[in-house]
């Protein structure tokens, strides 16, 4: 239920205008989101540095309607990548394909991609695509699959409640693709996506197995203790050490498990999102673990 409810505040236009005109909700999201401005998210990464642990600045955002809104985030993302790297950051940048104009003109979509990639590359900043709602799952594996031909330190997010995803990560096995591993944070109707916990970790066990069979340096994004405990135990099965794939996190979530982690000599990146269209990436967050409505309502109440 409470999954069902956040959901539909996600799409509210009239909840959003009430909670990101709020100054209270609007402190109480810095626990999850970076700030509004590029810098605001390059002292979180410079932060975590310290700690020794990498990062991914995301651009929040999807889905633009013209191609001037595409051109505007791009021009984002390149300079995301480029502070990164004048900054001496362990930084990846993740990129949303709908931001690129991909459901606009799909030509200008690759245009853009292939531009943020060889920018990117030059400087030396690796590149995440991020995957989006199950209507966009084909295209973007298209994408990525072109992509990681010409920039195979491409890595592209998968995931684990989609039917689908099995079949997908199949046919990009010839690439031995880098992959992100997901739960998935989009409502799908059931007969496109596992809606039970339980079914959701198994298959989230059986992607795990597969990409450290097939995969390379693969990264599993997720904070729920069995499935890191999972991750580390196949990896042991599969003789890879624990800097043959990484760890990602949510900001905001689980800091002790991040240094516990990296203090156990594994690598650890934490997604850090910045920008103003921060409503509903948060709302998604608290609807794929319910726990983090916990973590908003006391930072709302300053405890």
């Given at each position: 239920m409470?999954?069902r409810?956040?959901?539909?505040?996600?799409g509210?236009?009239?909840?959003q205008?009430?909670?990101?005109q709020?100054p209270?909700?609007?402190?109480?999201?810095?626990?999850?989101?970076a700030?509004e401005?590029?810098d605001?998210?390059?002292?979180?990464?410079?932060?975590?540095?310290?700690?020794?642990?990498?990062?991914?600045?995301?651009?929040?955002g999807?889905g633009v309607?013209?191609?001037?809104?595409a051109?505007?985030a791009?021009?984002?993302?390149?300079?995301a990548?480029?502070?990164?790297?004048a900054?001496?950051?362990?930084?990846?940048i993740?990129?949303k394909l709908?931001?690129?104009?991909?459901t606009?003109?799909?030509?200008?979509?690759v245009?853009?991609?292939?531009?943020?990639l060889?920018?990117?590359?030059?400087?030396?900043?690796?590149?995440?695509?991020?995957m989006?709602?199950?209507s966009?799952?084909?295209?973007?594996?298209?994408?990525?699959?072109?992509?990681?031909?010409a920039?195979?330190?491409?890595r592209?997010?998968?995931q684990?409640?989609?039917?689908?995803?099995?079949l997908?990560?199949e046919t990009?096995a010839?690439?031995?693709p880098r992959?992100r591993l997901?739960?998935g944070a989009?409502?799908?109707p059931?007969?496109r996506?596992h809606?039970?916990k339980?079914?959701?970790?198994a298959?989230f066990k059986y992607l795990?197995?597969?990409?450290?069979?097939?995969?390379s340096?693969p990264?599993?994004?997720t904070?729920?203790?069995?499935?890191?405990a999972?991750?580390?135990?196949?990896?042991?099965?599969?003789?890879?050490g624990p800097?043959?794939?990484?760890f990602q996190?949510?900001?905001?979530?689980?800091?002790?498990?991040q240094?516990?982690?990296v203090?156990d000599g594994h690598r650890?990146?934490?997604?850090i999102?910045?920008?103003?269209?921060w409503y509903?990436?948060l709302t998604?967050r608290m609807?794929?673990?319910?726990a983090?409505l916990l973590?908003f309502l006391?930072?709302?109440?300053?405890?």
């Amino acid at each position: 239920m409470v999954n069902r409810v956040l959901m539909w505040a996600a799409g509210s236009p009239r909840l959003q205008r009430q909670v990101t005109q709020n100054p209270i909700a609007r402190r109480a999201a810095h626990r999850f989101v970076a700030g509004e401005r590029l810098d605001e998210a390059l002292d979180v990464a410079t932060s975590l540095a310290s700690r020794r642990i990498g990062s991914i600045l995301d651009l929040l955002g999807e889905g633009v309607t013209d191609l001037s809104g595409a051109t505007s985030a791009v021009a984002e993302y390149e300079a995301a990548a480029q502070a990164s790297a004048a900054r001496g950051l362990d930084a990846a940048i993740s990129i949303k394909l709908s931001q690129l104009g991909q459901t606009v003109d799909r030509a200008a979509c690759v245009a853009n991609l292939t531009e943020i990639l060889d920018q990117a590359k030059a400087v030396g900043v690796p590149v995440e695509i991020d995957m989006e709602d199950s209507s966009l799952v084909p295209d973007t594996v298209a994408l990525f699959r072109d992509a990681a031909t010409a920039h195979p330190r491409t890595r592209l997010a998968v995931q684990a409640a989609l039917r689908r995803t099995p079949l997908d990560l199949e046919t990009l096995a010839p690439l031995k693709p880098r992959v992100r591993l997901v739960k998935g944070a989009y409502a799908e109707p059931l007969e496109r996506a596992h809606q039970g916990k339980a079914e959701i970790r198994a298959q989230f066990k059986y992607l795990t197995d597969w990409l450290f069979e097939h995969g390379s340096d693969p990264a599993f994004g997720t904070h729920d203790d069995e499935l890191i405990a999972y991750a580390r135990t196949a990896a042991a099965r599969a003789g890879k050490g624990p800097q043959e794939y990484e760890f990602q996190f949510l900001h905001g979530i689980r800091r002790d498990l991040q240094q516990e982690l990296v203090d156990d000599g594994h690598r650890v990146r934490v997604y850090i999102p910045f920008g103003s269209a921060w409503y509903p990436y948060l709302t998604r967050r608290m609807a794929e673990r319910p726990a983090n409505l916990l973590f908003f309502l006391r930072a709302l109440v300053g405890r």
